[in-house]
């Protein structure tokens, strides 16, 4: 293999994955590397089999809603059928040929290795040094950040990869973070018979989403029977070989659990890349580019650690324009304001843009809009499970919706149009005079509309 070549792809999560291929598709000699698997996080450990996990807890879910709704049903968990599913249609056991077929397909000449820069336009894999004509993209992601509580190092406590992975459910589990991570897990687990408690430091759970979003997943969290505990922090974690405890601050009583899922946040790490070789901050917590994804001088970066939503779906998007970019050819600069994700609970919290507090903050004059879900025709028609609500910031000023959070059955589903109005800026008065289908979920968008104060 050349040490020539026109571009380097360090890390091939969906991000470096999408961009090498599409490089080399463009006729461009392309190396990717990958310390891992080939796809990263979101296949194997993420997005795809967490929403199996969710997939068949909602089944459960609805199966205990027969009775209310149409006469006689029990379903029996069986978790094993779901770590099966991960295992073989997810994950393929964690093997990724199929995807390193599909890369080398299209041209990529991959190497299994961990790289690092060594100075502008070259990465170093082991003894070997890449030179790269055009450039460097770096797409390697974020690790789960680990908080420094006392004991809790050397513990044999999870991550979201021991929790996909797992083919037998604990009795119980103790979560540490009240984010996506923590809430979509805890809920699955709870469905299943584990005893979960979801310890948050912060005083909400989904601390990022509007504050109805964290009261909604935490009324729902205690309807599976999670036990939920914001504000409150462990101080110290003990393991005895079989239990965790965690001691809580306050002298609060402690928990004890046969599981601990360590869910405080990712975080990327930019020294392990030296990135100082291109004269870049190793200790930022992120790799900040501009709206063109470039880094520095022929370094582009994308996904996780750009540190703009460790969402796939942002990784992708901004694959797209550093691929754009790196072939030469003009193109709009990445526009984060219509940022759409989804926390898959049971209620979907959708949402996009700023949140109330957000928009405040950037000191917009605000008018809000709130319905509750069960309110509307559908939502009575569904029945149990119909909880959740529409929100909308508007700029009063400029009559334009800048934030929306849809919540309930197929809340995410519902995000979609709320996603187009706040990414094209479409006036809430030509909202308004929309026909909304009936009786849909998404007509609660339209009495949101009316109800904007
Ligand atoms: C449990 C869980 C559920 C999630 N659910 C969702 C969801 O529903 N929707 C959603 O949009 N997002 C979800 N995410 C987030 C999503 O997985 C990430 O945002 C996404 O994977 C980030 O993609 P990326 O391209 O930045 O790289 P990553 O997927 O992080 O992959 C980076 C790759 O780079 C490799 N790498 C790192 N360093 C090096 C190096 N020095 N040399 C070579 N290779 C290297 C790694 O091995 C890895 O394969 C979830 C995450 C988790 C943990
Ligand atoms: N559906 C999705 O799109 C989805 C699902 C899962 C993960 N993700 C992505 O992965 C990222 C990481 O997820 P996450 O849930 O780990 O992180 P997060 O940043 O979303 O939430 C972490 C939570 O942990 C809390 N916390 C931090 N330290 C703590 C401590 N010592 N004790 C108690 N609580 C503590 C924080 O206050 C925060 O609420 C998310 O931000 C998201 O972008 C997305």
Known sequence: MSDRVDVVVVGLGPGGEFAAGALAEAGLDVVGIEAELVGGECPYWGCVPS?????????????????????????VPDWSRVAARVRSEATGGW??????????????????????LAGPRR?????????????????????????????????????????????????????LGGG??????AQVFARFGCEVTVLEGGDRLLAR???????????????????VRTGARAVDIEHDGTT??????????????????????RRADLAALAVDTVGLDPAAPALRTD??????????????LTGRGAFTHVSMYQARI???????????????????????????????????????????????????????????????????????????????????????????EVLYGLNVAVHTETPTDRLKHMIYTYPTFHRAVEAALHALR
Request: hydrophobic share 40%; charged share 25%.
């Open 123 to 175: 990465v170093t894999v082991g003894d070997r040094t890449f030179e790269a004509a055009r450039g460097v993209v770096l797409a390697t992601g974020s690790h789960p950040s680990i908080p420094p509580i006392p004991g809790l190092e050397g513990t044999p406590y999870w991550t979201n990869r021991d929790a996909i992975e797992t083919e037998e459910m604990p009795a119980s589990m103790l979560v």
């Open 322 to 412: 550093a691929v754009r970019d790196v072939l030469g050819s003009p193109g709009p600069d990445a526009d984060y304001r219509a940022l759409p994700r989804v926390t898959f609970t049971d209620p979907e919290i959708g949402a996009v843009g700023l949140t109330e507090r957000q928009a405040r903050d950037r000191g917009l004059r605000v008018r809000t809009g709130l319905v509750p879900i069960a309110a509307s025709t559908r939502g009575m028609i569904h029945g149990p499970g119909n909880e959740g609500f529409v929100k909308l910031v508007e700029d009063a000023d400029r009559g334009v919706l800048v934030g929306a959070t849809s919540a309930g059955p197929v809340g995410g």
């Open 291 to 304: 709206g063109q994804m470039r880094a520095a001088d022929g370094l582009w970066a994308v996904g996780d």
């Open 180 to 185: 996506a991570i923590g809430v979509e897990l």
């Open 244 to 265: 965790f405890e965690a001691l809580l601050e306050g002298g609060l009583e402690p928990l004890r659990a046969e599981r601990l899922l360590v869910a405080t946040g």
């Open 209 to 227: 989403e509007e504050p109805e979003a964290g009261e909604l997943a935490a009324k729902a969290l205690r309807a599976d029977g999670v036990t």
């Open 51 to 75: 929403k199996m996990m969710v997939r068949a807890g909602d089944v459960l879910a609805e199966a205990a809603r027969v009775p209310v709704l149409a006469g006689e049903g029990k379903a």
């Open 95 to 116: 093997d990724d040929q199929a995807a390193a077929d599909r890369l080398a397909a299209k041209g990529v000449r991959l190497v299994r290795e961990r790289g690092r």
